[in-house]
């Protein structure tokens, strides 16, 4: 049963902990560095005993500095593409500007068996994606990939590890939040469309928000409950999908609670949500603010009046969400 999900993650969590610090202590990581535009990044490979080796992206700043890591929402497209040609380019927004500033380090990690072949699906999805992908991706192996990088970039020269800065987006919101749980080095956590409770609980809010009348709503909750048994009933599955992804990534992800996992970690927190976001109702943030706050919590909200899951009013080119951006970054440079 999912409900008792979480006490397995954790356990297997813990296994794959003691693998993260073998990992993170392994002297043949494979350094390279590549040029970025402007840009020098380091690319750092670690080999693993089993499983996929686990790669990340290292910004070089120009002194010791905070370390800074975005975690990108779902689906198999690489947070870079095309390096080492002359049209390199980021899928993560914001993180080469961020990086050009040279004031941090700025990272970002390869989900486990990221391929770096073109995904053949739709953005944010799993259909079409290559490899090995879809037959591995949970909550666990992403999380665990996600803890042996973090360790081994704390131990850079170029990384001041008494400051690091996760920032989730969609799906890498309840990644940051696991994230600030299982590593007590990460003191401030960023979350941008970010659920509170279970993400089971976003598909019953988006329903009771829509315009359909009570009937239409009771059938389609009676939908999301026949879904969600069938998840329950083969929650390994690798080959059955359901909303654009595997079983196994939805059983995994429901288990997990993003307001329960930071309750559990002591780093401060700052949300940002697009009050008319159809991904992620806003609804589902405000429980996960409003229960950071009656625990006393340092926690601040950041609602954006007409905007969407990427911060900008639907249809409305990234660029414009900027502003939301630097406002974070003020916060964790305040502290």
């Known amino acids: 049963m999912l409900a008792s999900a979480v006490q397995r993650s954790i356990t297997f969590l813990a296994g794959l902990l003691l693998t993260g610090s073998a990992l993170a202590a392994d002297t043949g990581a494979q350094e390279e560095s590549l040029d970025f535009k402007s840009l020098s990044i380091t690319r750092l490979t670690l080999p693993a005993e ?7 992206y290292l910004s070089k700043p120009t002194h010791k500095a905070p370390l800074v890591l975005y975690i990108q929402g779902s689906g198999c497209v690489p947070p870079f593409m095309n390096l080492g040609t002359d049209k390199p380019a980021s899928t993560i927004y914001s993180w080469l ?15 486990p068996y990221q391929s770096d072949q073109p995904q053949e699906g739709p953005f944010g999805s799993a259909i079409g994606c290559a490899g090995e992908f879809n037959a591995h991706f949970s909550y666990e192996t992403w999380l665990a990939t996600l803890t042996t990088a973090v360790h081994h970039a704390l131990r850079r020269p170029e990384v001041d ?5 996760v920032i989730g987006s969609s799906e890498g919101a309840p990644m940051a939040a696991g994230l600030a749980r299982a590593l007590p080095e990460v003191t401030d956590v960023v979350l941008l469309g970010a659920n509170g409770p279970s993400q089971l609980f976003d598909f ?14 009771a059938l389609r909750l009676q939908e999301l409950d026949a879904t969600y048994g069938a998840i329950a009933a083969d929650p390994k599955s690798t080959t059955k999908y359901a909303w654009g992804h595997p079983y196994l990534r939805w059983s995994s992800f429901f288990a997990q609670s993003t307001m329960d996992n930071l309750a559990h970690s002591k780093a401060r927190v700052y949300i940002a949500a697009g009050m008319q976001d159809n991904s992620v109702p806003i609804l589902s943030t405000e429980v996960l603010y409003t229960q950071l706050r009656v625990q006393g919590r340092d926690v601040t909200m950041r609602r954006i009046p007409l905007a969407g899951h990427s911060l900008v009013p639907d249809g409305r080119p990234m660029p414009e969400a900027q502003k939301e951006f630097d406002a974070f970054m003020a916060w964790f440079d305040k502290r």
């Open 204 to 217: 019953a809010a988006n329903i009771h928000r829509s315009t359909d009348s009570d009937e239409v709503k």
């Open 50 to 56: 089993s499983g996929p080796p686990v790669r990340y």
């Open 97 to 111: 500007p961020l990086a050009q500033q040279g004031r941090y380090a700025v990272m970002a990690v390869d989900k």
């Open 161 to 165: 590890a008494r400051r690091v800065l």
